[in-house]
Each structure stands twice: as C-alpha cells, then as structure tokens.
C-alpha cells in the first residue's frame, strides 16, 4: 500500500485542492498530511471519502492486492533485467490475459512498469512512446513503486531515442541504487550511451565488466552484444582495421539462433568502416543485406542512413533521395528526432540548398546535438556548417566555425588520451 499516500497528494496537487479544503469533514489536516507522506496507513473508511472527493475510483485504494499477479509481474522485471526473452514472453502472455481495471494502485503501476520494460526489451518502440506518456505524467510515482527498474528502463528508452545524456543520467542512477549488486545488463546499457558520448575508455571499461558477468553465465549473444560495443569504439579512435577484424570474427560466430539485431549491428559496423575508408561498394553492399533483414524499422535507421550518405557521396543521388524520404516517415511515425534531423540534414546537401541549410543547422542540428551530447554528430555538423558557408563567401564566419569544430576534436582526443 505504499503508493496511496503518494497518489493522493498527486490528485490533490493536479486538481489545485489544498489539504484543508481534502481534509474537511474526513480527517485533520496533521492527518492528511501523515497519510501523503507515509507515515501512517489510513482507514478504509477514510480512504473511501478521499477517493470519491478526488474522483477516483474507490477500489484503488481498498482492494487487495492478488499477490499471486503481484509475484508475476515481479518476475517479468526480473526476466526483463536478465535479458530472458522466453521467460519474458512466457510471463506476458499471461500477464496481459488479467483484468487491469479494478487493481490496487501498487500493482497497476507495477504492471505498467513490467510492461514498458517488455515493450523495450522487444524492441516495441511504438507502443513504449505510449506508455512512455503515462510514466513522465507519474514519474514520482513510478519511481516510488520500482526505483531501479524505473531509472533503468527510462535510460534503455531514451539509448532508443538517442538522446544519450539524459539516458546517462537515468543509468547511473539506477547504478547508484544497487552499489553493491552487478547487473551485465545496466552495463551495456551505460556501454552503449557512453560510447554514444564519445567517452570510449569509459565506454570500454563498462563492456568489459559486463562481458566478465556474461561469460561465466555463458550468455552467447549478450557476450557478443559486448563485443560489438567494444568493435565500435575501435573506430572512434580511428583503428579501423582492428574493429574491422574484431567485428568479422564476431560475425564468423552467429548462426540462426542468435538474434538477427545482432548481425544488423556488426555489418552497420562495418559498413561504416568501409565507408570511413573510401571502400564504398563494400559499404553498400552490407548495409544493403541489412535493409533486407526482418527487424524492427527503427534497428534499421543507422543502416537506412548511412546508406543514403553513402549514395550521396557515390553520386547516386536519387537513390539516396528514395532513401532519405523512407527514413524520414519511419523517424515522423516513431517521434525519432535524432533521424528527423540527419535526413533532412543531408537532404538539403543533396538539394544545394545552402542558406536553408545553414539556417537548419544554426537552429535545429547543432542545438540538437549539443543538448544530447553526440560528439561525433556535433563536430560532423560544425564542419557541414563552416564548409556550406564558405561555399557562401561568408569566410569570416566559416572561419570561426570551422575552428569549433576543430577544438570539439581536440576535446575528444585530450580526453582519451587522458585517460589511458
């Protein structure tokens, strides 16, 4: 019951009701007061009176809680934190069979937070924005009913979205609630959003700890899931033909029971590598196979995109076109920002459109990618800008930002050379 308190005060609050005006004719106010913030349980009687001033339904507040529901939805998060796909979808199925309408508060929230960890952790993007709505609206009480799993599951969200410093923020906090408890899956978590950051020897120091949980379980993919976060950061640091041969082992070691994601991400990979040394048909050419594979859409944007680039700089511009306009609907329908502006970033290179470029990426690209700390983005699309307004005769201008972009390098290069 430890989530009534917490409710009433955000009903009360939503509906701008002090608590004398609650209070009255149920309780005292000391009263009130103590119920909100937990210190004491209130009676049923009680409740019953506070739920129809607020208008809520009653049995939210009174009716037990099935624990036997309760102990399933529990071990679905618990499925969801491990990474078990089956017992996941095994614990769902029945899950999404029970009525929902009449639970205790306590347990629709943490229903509703086993389902947004599911809808993740299969990779429903669509479905989780929905949800996603609902868990912001009550993000205190969310994170009242399952701290960890909260901050966890927002950081997996927002890994998704892109936005990486706010999924940063969520992880370690969830981190910092189990100091004393190891979880692979919080790690390749913080793994991804740091190499993301461009912070690669943090990035790598959390893979590797991941990776040393995983092969004692033995955990196949998951050990590759490591594997290919630490291929990645390879090329971060221009080592291209040690990821290039890392990620081709990983790639000689998957068959069709690993997940098909997982050779989704080694050929974007290597994709990238071929294209960063000018192997251009060998890049389109992985990134074509990747196209062609039966995963979610939204796996498929890093592919989709570097594919149109890759086009573009080969001069096939309207198979880049063709492209850029696919990847912009998936990125409307599915509310992703970070592609939204990289296609319409490169579709306005494709068009010549310099002054609208340059005003695209002054006002959208450059604050974007400053707000979620995507330092490789951010210095691609200073240089874009400083170039695109050189072609202008505004040299004074591409000057100065032609030497941002420069210092967003050299920032990167002290830092890992720091660190080592």
């Known amino acids: 019951m430890k989530l009534v308190g917490k409710l009433i005060k955000w009903h009360r609050n939503k509906y701008k009701i ?5 209070a009255e004719d149920i309780c005292s106010v000391t009263q009130l007061s103590k119920i909100e913030n937990g210190q004491i349980q209130a009676s049923e009687e009680i409740l019953i009176s506070i739920a129809q001033r607020l208008g809520i339904p009653e049995q939210k507040f009174t009716n037990p809680i099935d624990q036997e529901h309760k102990q399933m939805a529990e071990q679905l998060i618990t499925a969801i934190h491990e990474y078990d796909i089956p017992k996941a979808r095994e614990l769902e199925a029945i899950l999404i ?3 929902h309408e009449d639970l205790h508060y306590d347990l629709e929230f943490l229903c509703l937070l086993a389902r947004f960890g599911y809808l993740l952790l299969m990779k429903q993007l669509k479905d989780a924005d929905e949800l996603y709505e609902t868990i912001m609206e009550y993000d205190e009480i969310f994170e009242e009913a399952a701290p960890y799993s909260f901050h966890k599951f927002l950081g997996d969200y927002l890994i998704n979205k892109c936005l990486f410093i706010d999924a940063k923020n969520h ?15 919080l790690y390749i978590l913080l793994a991804t959003a740091e190499s993301h950051l461009e912070n690669v020897l943090t990035s790598n120091q959390y893979a590797r700890k991941a990776l040393r949980i995983l092969q004692e379980k033995l ?6 899931e490591c594997e290919i976060i630490l291929s990645s950061n390879y090329t971060f640091v221009s080592e291209y033909q040690q990821a290039k041969e890392h990620l081709e082992r990983l790639d000689s070691l998957i068959d069709h029971k690993f997940e098909p994601s997982l050779r989704v991400k080694i ?9 960063m040394t000018n192997d251009f048909e060998e890049a389109i050419q992985l990134l074509d196979k990747n196209l062609s594979t039966d995963v979610n859409e939204t796996e498929l944007m890093h592919s989709r995109y570097l594919l149109a680039h890759t086009y573009y700089i080969k001069d096939l511009e309207d198979k880049a076109l063709e492209l850029i306009q696919e990847g912009q609907a998936i990125a409307q329908e599915h509310q992703l920002n970070y592609y939204s502006i990289k296609f319409k970033s ?8 310099r002054e609208e470029l340059v ?12 707000a979620t700390g995507q330092a490789f983005d951010l210095r ?3 240089q874009l800008l400083g170039h695109t307004l050189y072609r202008l005769k505004k040299y004074k201008r591409a000057a100065e930002v032609l030497m941002i972009a420069d210092e967003q390098r050299k920032r990167f290069l002290e830092y890992n050379i720091d660190k080592r």
């Not at 002090?18 to 609650?22: A, V």
């Not at 955990?219 to 590759?224: A, D, F, V, W």
């Not at 005003?359 to 974007?368: E, K, S």
């Open 18 to 22: 002090t608590q004398e005006l609650l």
């Open 97 to 99: 069979k029970k009525r």
């Open 171 to 185: 992880l370690l906090k969830a981190k910092n609630l189990l100091p004393d408890q190891e979880d692979p899956e």
């Open 219 to 224: 955990y196949y993919s998951r050990i590759i």
């Open 267 to 275: 050929y974007f990979h290597l994709g990238l590598i071929h294209a």
């Open 346 to 353: 490169l579709k306005l290179v494709i068009e010549n459109k």
């Open 359 to 370: 005003h695209f990426l002054n006002d959208q690209a450059i604050p974007f990618f400053k």
């Open 380 to 382: 691609y699309y200073y």
